[in-house]
Structures are given as structure tokens and as C-alpha cells.
């Protein structure tokens, strides 16, 4: 199985599917087609992998400029994860697009499946060029769905994401740039092994953290993610949700915390700081909104909060909890965002106003948007109760205060999502508009039925999850605490 190229292979598949897209058309199969092959490599990646090494596996490496670039791929437990939930994701995307999608249908389908391999491209990289160009490409297919396929501010809300995510990167590509003349290498492995000096690690993560805030995103940088969340397509908003914003809890694991480990510990109270403040302003902000798709983002911005505490906590149980709740709200958030695509589609609107009573003609779908909902205040027994509570035990061990306010916001995402779920599902159906509104399609069952698994198998056994995080998380916790002794 190692001397396969599977991690290439990924790579190429969306890329091979949309050149089939082009010549022979038939975008919805083709695309489906495409994606669902990377779901079954993935699964074998998974049921491949070696839970017992921290060492990164099915390594690729093929020098292309000497010792100035390789494609260097391969990856660890964290890495494996990620790339498992992108290609989960994908199909879903695709049939959730498979009756509202007309316009521009092969260049969607396309722009979809050239994200896919961008993204797996991400995770995959051990060479620090090759993931920069892959982390800065993933911009231009979301940037296309957002400005082409978005709703009335399409133009406005894809210029402000793009400009947003490429000023943040520029100063990372600065810093690359140093760390390589300075170590004479863009191995990713060999920077994490590398001493900077402890004055040079303070510029070279606030370089990089200016990257990795901007794509979580970190308040008071997370106001492009609201626009860009209300003028996406479903599916663009269930891929910038479910894995986008990955890349940047991403970013901090695999260079800010074991490549500058005492500028971490340094500068970690900008980290708790600015994630206190977004946990209970972003969650005050989510509590007011009239719009479904805003409130979900503003709560977006809440989770991720909780994921940079987790980071930065510089301990397993953290660690491991905030890779947990990435992974749990790639899967919750990407599923409330289907759940307001299934009614935007009937009644074409977002406001929580024109809803209410559905329960009385959406039974199945008022049962669907309860699981996702009770996921996302984190019940017990739902894939969201693991990694806030991991992240809660490891921010006690920090710092009591950061617990505390975390614990304040637990308790506010579950007024927030308590309140649309009872404004929109419950009550009397009294609008005519909605009194011959239809429940869920066999189709639309079809997408939720895997998302409702995997919230629930998270939940109650999340040993599968954590099992290949183990050795990866000790390494790294392991290189921060030598950092912060020196």
C-alpha cells in the first residue's frame, strides 16, 4: 500500500474529473463520480493508516528545483483527518447542488472538484512552497463560486474574502522566505526540527499568525466570513465552513506551534485574548440576527475561538480537543448550512421571520435540524460534547479564567441556536406562504443520513478519532515544551 501514490492520486482525481467535465460535459455524474472515488481512497487511507508512529506516512517526495522546491507529500493523524472530512464532504456538496445549480452548471461542478484538490493538496504538503501555492490557490475556486454563483452582494462579498485571506499571506510568504535562506531547506519536517532564535520566532509567528487569524477566522479579522457565508451558495458556504477554515487551525499546528515554540508561549495571551473576546461578542452578535445563514457564521467564528484556545493551551487534552471540535464543526456547521439550503430553496429567503411552525409540515426535517442543533451546543452523545469538553479540561489546566469564559460561551451557543431552532421549527404554522411547503426529499435524506452518522459516532466512540491523534499530539506537545523551558 505505501509504494502507491495515493496522496498524488487524490490529488489528481478532481483535477482528471473536471478535464472530463470539459470535453464530454455531463457535469452533476462526472463530478459525483469524482468525488465519491476520493471518499473510497480515503477510506483507505484511513483503514491504512498506523496509529502507533508519529512519523508522517505515504510519503512522496520528488525534487523539482534541487534543494530550492520538492513535491514533497505526506501525512500524520491530524493531516489524515482533515483530509478525510474534505473528500467526506464533497459528494454531499455535489448532490446538494444537483436541482439548484443551472447557471454556468460545468464551470461550478469544475470549480468544486479543482477545490478539492487544492484542499487535500493543503494537508498533504511537507514542502513549505508547495503548501504556500496550495493554500493561496484554494482562494481563486471559492472566490469564483462566491462571485459567480452568490446571491445579490455576490461581487461585494468575494472581493472582500479574497482581499481579506491574500493580504494576511503576504507577510507569511515574507517569512517563509527567511526561514528558508536561513535553514537552507522547505522541508516542513526538517523547519520543525529547526532552533530559530527566540527574537526571530516572535516576528516569524506574528508573520504567520497574521495568515492563519485571517482564514480561522479570528476577531477582529472575521468580518469577511459573515458576507462570504450570506452570498455563497449552499455548498460553497458548507466547504468554506467544513474545511476552509481548517486550513488556518491547520497552519497553527503544523508551523506555529512546533517551528516558533517560545514565541507560542510568549505571545500566547494575544491568542487567549482575542479568542475570549470572540467567544462571548461573536455569540452576543449571533444572538440578534435576523438572517439564518449569519447567525450560523457568527457562530462559526464562536467555534474557532474555542479550536485557537484549545491550540494554544500547549497540552493533549487541549490539542486534542480542538482537532476534535475542527472535525465536529466541519461536519455540524456544513449541516446547518444544508438545513437553511433546504428551505432557502423553497421559499427563497433566509429570515427567520418568515418561518415558524414548520414542525406541522417538515417533520423529518424539524428532527434533521434538531440533531445538527443539539450538535452544535454540544450535547453529550454528539460529536460537539468531545472537543468542547477536551478543549474545556485543557484551558482549565492553562488558565482557570480562559475555562471560565469558554464555559460562559458554551452556555451562549446554546441560547443562540436554542433560539432559531424554537423561532423557525416550533409554534403555530400560521403563514400562507408556508402551508404547502414540502418535507424533506429522497435526496435530501440521502445527504443528511451520513452527516447524522458520523455526529453520532463522534459522540459515542470518539476513540476512532483520537486514536490516530495520540502520538502526533505528544510529539507536538512535546516540542512546545522544550521551547518553553529554553
Known amino acids: 500500500m505505501y509504494s502507491f501514490p495515493i496522496l498524488t492520486t487524490m490529488i489528481l482525481v478532481p483535477l482528471a474529473a473536471s478535464l472530463l467535465i470539459l470535453l464530454f460535459g455531463n457535469a452533476r455524474m462526472t463530478a459525483l463520480a469524482g468525488t465519491l472515488t476520493n471518499f473510497v481512497l480515503a477510506v483507505i487511507l484511513w483503514m491504512n493508516f498506523d496509529n502507533n508512529t508519529a512519523a508522517f506516512q505515504f510519503t512522496e517526495n520528488l525534487s523539482i528545483f534541487g534543494t530550492a522546491f520538492s513535491y514533497h507529500l505526506g501525512i500524520d493523524g491530524i493531516a489524515m483527518l482533515l483530509i478525510v472530512l474534505s473528500a467526506f464532504l464533497m459528494p454531499l456538496c455535489i448532490l446538494a447542488s444537483w436541482e439548484s445549480i443551472e447557471k454556468r452548471l460545468n464551470e461550478y461542478m469544475i470549480a468544486f472538484l479543482v477545490m478539492e484538490a487544492l484542499m487535500i493538496g493543503v494537508f498533504s504538503s511537507l514542502d513549505i512552497i508547495l503548501f504556500y501555492v496550495f493554500f493561496e490557490a484554494g482562494l481563486i475556486p471559492m472566490y469564483l463560486i462566491i462571485g459567480v454563483w452568490g446571491g445579490a452582494r455576490r461581487i461585494y462579498a468575494s472581493f472582500k474574502f479574497f482581499l481579506y485571506t491574500l493580504l494576511g499571506s503576504v507577510l507569511m510568504l515574507l517569512a517563509m522566505l527567511y526561514m528558508i535562506s536561513k535553514s537552507g531547506t522547505t522541508s516542513i519536517p526538517e523547519l520543525m526540527e529547526y532552533k530559530f532564535a527566540a527574537h526571530t520566532q516572535m516576528w516569524l509567528w506574528l508573520a504567520f499568525f497574521a495568515s492563519f487569524a485571517v482564514k480561522m477566522p479570528m476577531w477582529p479579522v472575521h468580518t469577511w466570513l459573515p458576507d462570504a457565508h450570506v452570498e455563497a451558495p449552499t455548498a460553497g458556504s458548507v466547504v468554506l465552513a467544513g474545511v476552509l477554515l481548517k486550513m488556518g487551525g491547520y497552519g497553527f499546528l503544523r508551523f506555529s506551534l512546533p517551528m516558533f515554540p517560545q514565541a507560542s508561549h510568549d505571545l500566547v495571551w494575544i491568542i487567549f485574548g482575542l479568542s475570549m473576546v470572540a467567544v462571548i461578542y461573536t455569540s452576543l452578535v449571533a444572538l440578534v440576527q435576523q438572517d439564518m445563514k449569519k447567525l450560523i457564521a457568527y457562530s462559526s467564528v464562536a467555534h ?183
Open 304 to 486: 474557532m475561538a474555542f479550536v485557537t484556545i484549545g491550540l494554544f493551551t500547549f497540552n493533549q487534552q487541549g490539542i486534542q480537543g480542538s482537532i476534535l471540535q475542527m472535525l465536529s464543526h466541519g461536519i455540524v456547521s456544513g449541516a446547518l448550512f444544508l438545513c437553511v439550503g433546504v428551505v432557502y430553496d423553497r421559499m427563497h429567503t433566509r429570515e427567520i421571520a418568515a418561518y415558524g411552525g414548520l414542525v406541522n409540515r417538515m417533520p423529518a426535517y424539524a428532527l434533521v435540524f434538531m440533531i445538527f442543533t443539539m450538535a452544535s451546543v454540544g450535547l453529550p452523545g454528539t460529536s460537539g460534547f468531545v472537543g468542547e469538553f477536551l478543549v474545556l479540561l485543557g484551558a482549565y489546566h492553562a488558565s482557570t479564567w480562559v475555562s471560565f469564559v469558554a464555559a460562559i460561551g458554551v452556555i451562549l451557543g446554546a441560547a443562540y441556536m436554542l433560539w432559531l431552532y424554537w423561532r423557525v421549527i416550533f409554534g403555530a404554522l400560521t403563514k400562507d406562504s408556508l402551508k404547502t411547503i414540502t418535507d424533506l426529499s429522497l435526496r435530501e435524506k440521502v445527504i443528511f443520513a451520513p452527516l447524522i452518522a458520523v455526529v453520532f459516532w463522534m459522540g459515542i466512540y470518539p476513540a476512532s478519532f483520537l486514536k490516530p491523534l495520540d502520538k502526533p499530539v505528544a510529539k507536538l506537545v512535546q516540542q512546545t515544551r522544550i521551547g518553553g523551558a529554553r
